[in-house]
């Protein structure tokens, strides 16, 4: 039988969040949401609507499996680059979610309606989901094992638009019949010029250690640390082949990359990391004017001209 950790679906995944932690998601809760809407500036915010799916089951054996999705889409009017961009990118996403080791080459039905159709397509991947739930559940129970279920939760949001990005949040909520659940947030900020989907290409990876720095100072009032405090007993680190032995145990990037926020860049290091599962997912927003400088060029010109 197929198991995935939690660290390796958010990897798979690509994206890879409870309730958003009193998040604002602009632009999700109207079909025709625009901010000149409100009298402030002319541009418009991307039209979303939101599409969703639940259903749930108990087995023969009485394993629980659950799925339930609910994401933002483009409204079918926008034929936009980002739009385009966005879709794309929520269709994979989706289908990741509903089946987490999707890829090129395996045997998994692809949607092949309109992408334009959220609805459509979340519905396709959700009921395949379902059917690989059971069929693992299934293929537990010839090995001798009653699985006590299973579970699918994906939410995404837009977390934040301006003239220049928007950045997409994703929450996963899995259980995969282990001892425990697996929990994963992670963010994309497009550009909206052309729609590319930023990455670590936002920042200047050249300027690493400057990054590794801010990153680890800016996860000290996570764990309730002072800020002359270490947080090495906090963690738990893996060796990295790819440095010398004596800095093996350094904090690494996350392993999802960073995306914007309307208030700074944040970095999100998934469950069991770089700490333990109690320690959930350790996070930093870098504000803006503590990060610029170790910004690639096209990271800072999706910052307002000073």
Known sequence: MRHTTALGVVLLLGTALASCGGRTAIGSQADSLSVADSGQTAWSVMKLRTVSYEDSLQTDSGAYLSQAIKTVWPMPS?????ADSVRAWLAQTVAHSCYPSYEDGDDVARFSGDVRDGQALVNFYAKQGMERMKAEVKESETEGYVMPGMNNGLKVECLCQNERYTTMLTSYDVYLGGAHGGYMLSGATFKNADGHVMGWDLVDMSKKAQLIDLIYNGLKPYFEVG????IEDMLQ???DEST????????PLPATPPFFTADGVEFIYQQYEIAPYAAGLPSVVIPYEQIRELLSADGKA???DD
Do not use: G, H, T, Y
């Open 227 to 230: 800020p002359d405090d270490k």
């Open 302 to 304: 999706l910052l307002a």
């Open 244 to 251: 010398p032995e004596d800095e093996s145990k350094q904090l």
């Open 78 to 82: 926008d034929r936009s680059v980002l």
């Open 237 to 239: 680190l893996m060796d």
